[in-house]
Structure formats: structure tokens, C-alpha cells
């Protein structure tokens, strides 16, 4: 989805953005918007109300950009303040008018390739199906978490920062995820029972 | 190299791997061709890796890069625009439409206001026993741009003010604050509502000020709690470090001659101050567990036949809080070993070889004892 190693360049666009560089301002945040906007619509569907959120944060970042502290990990940082503002615009209960958490919502619901000529290989059509079952049976926040570490490559800690929630939760939750995709056949729980073994 | 890869997710998580599962001409390609070669035993791992990564897979709209570009183009045209703070958009609630009246707009609506209600007015006001202190704090900034910070239910955030001191705005908290800080303030004002941790960077010429509907906080550079929840009919000042003033708003407000600070109550560390609407009183009590200042140094202390007074100062230092005693008894001989216990099973230890008794008033500790013997 991005380029792997972006630290030290982040951390530079970063502080120079921080002293009112407008330019790396602009750079920083053309090589974050495809991860930011795919994570956004994550929670819609609307498209536009993602792109108008995003503006309003790259406006408010631009205008806090003397307080903003220094932070080694940009691209998470982005994100959690992506969801922090997703969940002001969208989280909030029509009816009791308080905030709820946000639904990660259409994850993963796009069709498979299953008519993709490189998934041809033996029983894994099948298996990519059971798979995408078990991925829809888990909780949202496991979802989420799971997105995280994958589309994003989100440590333990960074999704902890994001999600606003603490190590532990998020250990559990994706400790729990992927036992859930491991178990999907006699089998392959066998299979995997045997593993620390190896 | 093989070593590390010794499950599904550690597969399905590699970025290399899953570049080369959905590109087979991937530059990896080699690599894992080779790999798959080396590791026949693995070739379940692999087949299940494959298919989380197809079964994740998702075909939502992706941006092209024009329309990337477009949007960065965008969001760079608005900074050019963009006003030097964010515009106080008003809570809502009781400020809501006066802060929404365009600032030329509101002197007029206040003359008309005033014209209408004329002297009943003037006395409903009056009556109103508490002063709007977040309006009073607006108004000192009427030129000036006002922030805001803003948490929502589920979330706190910690920001550096202007002048370098720390916040931590709890859930649902709002802190206000002029947007710049001349570089030599007389005094630095921030307004409160919610609960919100601070670590004031000192600054001796330049008091801190928080306002919160209840009580007027004023600090020099200390650290400390403070809880100031709309709903709630009473306000807590928690003392992490340091001292702090704590004022109603009725001395803080009171002309007082120049010169002279208005009336407070003075708190320390572990101290805490509870202001209660009702009663419109202030009161001076102790945090439930009081913590050591500074750094927890090997805790471990041994007294031997050593006058009471010694062993208090030496508790009193270790917490900071003011511990009261007979001046008559105070060079009884006492012998006792303290350890990592909490503070008041240490008052404890030591009243129980004094013979003695405490109690906590004003956020005092005040033993009683018997005298030697």
C-alpha cells in the first residue's frame, strides 16, 4: 500500500512542517493520503465525507502545527487522529446524541479473487472462502485490529495508539483473531496444534 | 532467514510475501520460489497464508494518484487561506448563542438586552449568585483569539500550551486558551471544563490561571488534578507537586486593595481541595493514597530511641504533608522501622509505638500522644 521505510523522511517532513514548511506539509501528506483514505473508508462508505474529514484535518493539523509535539511515529499518528475525527463526524448517536464507539464497517467486503487466475492452485479457492467467512465472524475490533497489522504494518503498541486502547486489548484481540482463521478445519487445527514444536 | 517465518501470520503479515502472493512477478519472486523449495514442510503454512491474504483482500475504491494529487492541491490552497486559529465555534449550552454573536454584533445585542430589561435586568443579574466566569475570561481575550481543545467521550489527549506546560484533557474535557502568548505574559490563562491533568512550566513573573465555572486555580510551576465536570455541583484540586492557590469566585472576583492577593486556600502535594457549590465552601482534605515526592528512594528507614519530632519530619518531608503534634512530647524517644508501606499505615506503625492517635483535619495530619513512658 505505501513504501515500507518512511521513518527518517517522515520524521524530517515532520518537523520541517512543524516550523510552517507549507511544501512538506504537502509532501507529507500526499505520501500518507492513499493509507489514511483506505483506513477512512474503513468506517463508511461515503467517500466524499472521508476526503472532506481529511481536509479538515490536514487544515487543523496546519493550524496547530506549534503545538503539535514531535512524534516518531507519523503515519500512526495521522491515523489515530483520522479516526479521532471520524468518530466526532460520524460516531455520534442520532438518538441519544452521545458518542459511541465507531463501527469498523465494510471491511473486507469486497469480492474475492477467486476467478483470479493466481489463485488456481489446488483447494485454496475453497479455503480462501472459509477464510473470508471467518474473517466476517470476528468482532468488529478484532477486524480493525486485524486490518491494522496487515494494510498498515502496525506493531502492537502503534495499533494501541491508534485505537486508543491499551497493549494487552490488542495482543488479546489479534491473539483471538488469528486463532479463529487457524481453526478452520480438523486439520488445520492439528496442524497447528503441532507448531511450537517445530 | 527460513527461521522466522514459522506461521500463517508471519507469512501473511510480510510485506515481501504478500507482494509476491498478489504480483507473481514480483522482484521477490526468486526469493520465494526458492524459499517454498528449501521448506517443503511448510507448504501448508504457505497455502493457508495465501488464502488470509486473498480472504483480506479488498477492492473499495482506491485513489488514482491524479485524484490523490487533487486532494493535496486542495487541502494546500485552504492552508494559504486558513485563519490563524481555529474560530471558537461556542459550547453548546448556556454560551452557545452569545459566543455565536458575531463579535461586532454582540455589543449591540447587549445594549438592546439591556435597554429592554432595563434596571430588572440589571438585578436579575444580580441575583444570579455566580458569575459567568467563562464569559469573564472570553472578555479579557476580546481581541485576541481564543483555542479551543477538544476530547471526545473516548479518548484523552495530552498537548503542550504555548508556553510549554503540559495538559492532559480527559474524556469530554475542553480547555480554552488564547491562541498566542505574548512572550513575556503577565499571566498566563487557561479555562476549564471537564478533567484535565497539568504540568505547569515554572515561570515566577508569569502566574498560571485556571478557570473553571466554580473555583479560580492559580499556580507557579507546579503539577496537578483537576476535576470540573458541568454536571457535577463540586470541583476537586488534586496536588501531584508543588503549591497551587485555590480561590471562589467570590474572593477572586472581590475588589481587593493593589497589592493584596484575594483570599485562597493554599494547597500542597496529596493535599486535595474540594470546592461544593451548595455550600460555597472550599475544604481541605487529603488524597486517598498519598504518594512519596520526588523519586522512590530505598524506603527502608530505622529509628532507634529517636525523638518522635525526627521521625515525623522525616514522614512530613518524605510526603509533604503537614504533620501537627504536641511540641510537649515531641522529644519522646521512639523506636520503629519503616518500609515501603503506604503512608498511613506508617502513621499507623508509629502512633501504635507513640501510643498515639491522628486525624486528618484540613488536610493536616494532627496526632494526638500521651507524652514519654
Same mark, same amino acid.
Given at each position: 500500500m505505501s513504501a515500507v521505510n518512511l521513518l527518517g523522511e517522515d520524521l524530517f517532513l515532520w518537523n520541517e512542517y512543524r516550523t510552517g514548511n507549507a511544501d512538506a506539509f504537502g509532501a507529507l501528506i500526499r505520501v500518507h493520503y492513499s493509507d489514511l483514505f483506505h483506513y477512512g473508508t474503513r468506517f463508511t462508505?461515503?467517500? @466524499? &465525507?472521508?476526503?472532506?474529514?481529511?481536509?479538515?484535518?490536514?487544515? @487543523? &493539523?496546519?493550524?496547530?502545527?506549534?503545538?503539535?509535539?514531535?512524534?516518531s511515529f507519523v503515519k500512526y499518528y495521522l491515523l489515530k487522529a483520522l479516526r479521532r475525527k471520524l468518530t466526532r463526524k460520524i460516531g455520534r448517536s442520532r438518538y441519544t446524541g452521545s458518542w459511541e464507539e465507531l463501527h469498523f464497517e465494510s471491511l473486507f467486503s469486497g469480492s474475492y479473487p477467486v476467478e483470479n487466475n493466481a489463485i488456481r492452485e489446488e483447494g485454496l479457492p475453497e479455503l480462501t472462502k472459509k477464510m473470508r467467512h471467518a474473517v466476517s465472524g470476528l468482532s468488529k475490533r478484532q477486524q480493525e485490529v486485524v486490518y491494522l497489522r496487515y494494510y498498515v504494518d502496525a506493531d502492537i503498541e502503534e495499533i494501541a495508539e491508534i485505537m486508543s486502547v491499551n497493549r494487552q486489548s490488542v495482543y488479546n484481540l489479534l491473539h483471538e483473531s488469528l486463532k479463529k482463521l487457524k481453526k478452520l478445519s480438523g486439520k488445520a487445527s492439528r496442524f497447528f496444534l503441532f507448531l511450537p514444536l517445530i | 532467514?527460513?527461521?522466522?517465518?514459522?506461521?500463517?501470520?508471519?507469512?501473511?503479515?510480510?510485506?515481501?510475501?504478500?507482494?509476491?502472493?498478489?504480483?507473481?512477478?514480483?522482484?521477490?519472486?526468486?526469493?520465494?520460489?526458492?524459499?517454498?523449495?528449501?521448506n517443503p514442510d511448510k507448504a501448508d503454512l504457505v497455502k493457508?497464508?495465501?488464502?488470509?491474504?486473498?480472504?483480506?483482500?479488498?477492492?473499495?475504491?482506491v485513489l488514482s494518484a491524479d485524484e490523490i494529487d487533487e486532494e493535496v492541491r486542495k487541502a494546500l490552497v485552504r492552508l494559504k487561506e486558513a485563519p490563524r486559529y481555529i474560530p471558537l465555534d461556542g459550547p453548546r449550552g448556556r454560551t452557545g448563542w452569545w459566543a455565536g454573536l458575531a463579535r461586532g454584533r454582540r455589543f449591540w445585542f447587549a445594549a438592546a438586552a439591556t435597554a429592554a430589561l432595563g434596571f430588572g435586568g440589571f438585578f436579575i443579574y444580580q441575583a444570579h449568585s455566580h458569575r459567568d466566569v467563562f464569559r469573564a475570561f472570553l472578555s479579557?481575550?476580546?481581541?485576541?483569539?481564543?483555542?479551543?481543545?477538544?476530547?471526545d467521550a473516548i479518548d484523552d489527549h495530552a498537548f503542550n500550551l504555548p508556553d510549554g506546560s503540559l495538559v492532559r484533557l480527559g474524556k469530554s474535557g475542553k480547555l480554552y486558551f488564547p491562541a498566542e502568548w505574548a512572550r513575556s505574559p503577565a499571566r498566563r490563562e487557561v479555562f476549564l471544563r471537564g478533567e484535565a491533568y497539568f504540568d505547569i512550566r515554572k515561570n515566577l513573573s508569569a502566574p498560571?490561571?485556571?478557570?473553571?465555572?466554580?473555583?479560580?486555580?492559580?499556580?507557579?510551576?507546579?503539577?496537578?488534578?483537576?476535576?470540573?465536570?458541568p454536571s457535577?455541583?463540586?470541583?476537586?484540586?488534586?496536588?501531584?507537586?508543588?503549591?497551587?492557590?485555590?480561590?471562589?469566585?467570590?474572593?477572586?472576583?472581590a475588589h481587593s486593595p493593589v497589592g493584596h492577593a484575594p483570599e485562597g486556600m493554599i494547597l500542597t502535594p496529596n493535599q486535595e481541595g474540594v470546592y461544593d457549590q451548595g455550600e460555597d465552601r472550599l475544604h481541605r482534605t487529603l488524597v486517598g493514597t498519598p504518594e512519596q515526592l520526588g523519586v522512590q528512594q530505598d524506603t527502608s528507614l530505622c529509628f532507634e530511641a529517636r525523638p518522635v519530632r525526627e521521625v515525623f519530619g522525616r514522614l512530613q518531608e518524605m510526603y509533604g504533608i503537614p504533620i501537627q503534634y504536641d511540641e510537649e512530647a515531641a522529644g519522646c524517644p521512639v523506636t520503629v522501622t519503616l518500609g515501603d508501606e503506604s503512608f498511613y499505615d506508617k502513621l499507623n506503625i508509629i502512633c501504635k509505638a507513640i501510643r498515639g492517635s491522628y486525624e486528618v483535619i484540613d488536610g493536616n495530619i494532627v496526632v494526638t500522644m500521651p507524652g514519654c513512658k
Open positions: 462508505r461515503d467517500a @466524499e &465525507l472521508v476526503k472532506d474529514c481529511l481536509q479538515d484535518l490536514f487544515l @487543523e &493539523l496546519w493550524i496547530n502545527r506549534e503545538t503539535i509535539s514531535e512524534t | 532467514m527460513a527461521d522466522e517465518f514459522n506461521s500463517m501470520e508471519d507469512l501473511a503479515f510480510s510485506r515481501s510475501f504478500r507482494n509476491w502472493v498478489l504480483n507473481k512477478d514480483a522482484a521477490e519472486r526468486g526469493f520465494w520460489e526458492n524459499w517454498i523449495a528449501r493457508y497464508a495465501k488464502a488470509m491474504i486473498y480472504a483480506l483482500h479488498t477492492d473499495t475504491t479579557n481575550y476580546k481581541k485576541e483569539a481564543v483555542r479551543q481543545e477538544v476530547t498560571f490561571y485556571v478557570y473553571t465555572d466554580q473555583v479560580i486555580i492559580k499556580a507557579l510551576g507546579t503539577s496537578f488534578i483537576i476535576r470540573s465536570i457535577d455541583s463540586w470541583t476537586t484540586i488534586t496536588m501531584v507537586t508543588g503549591k497551587v492557590s485555590v480561590y471562589r469566585q467570590e474572593d477572586f472576583y
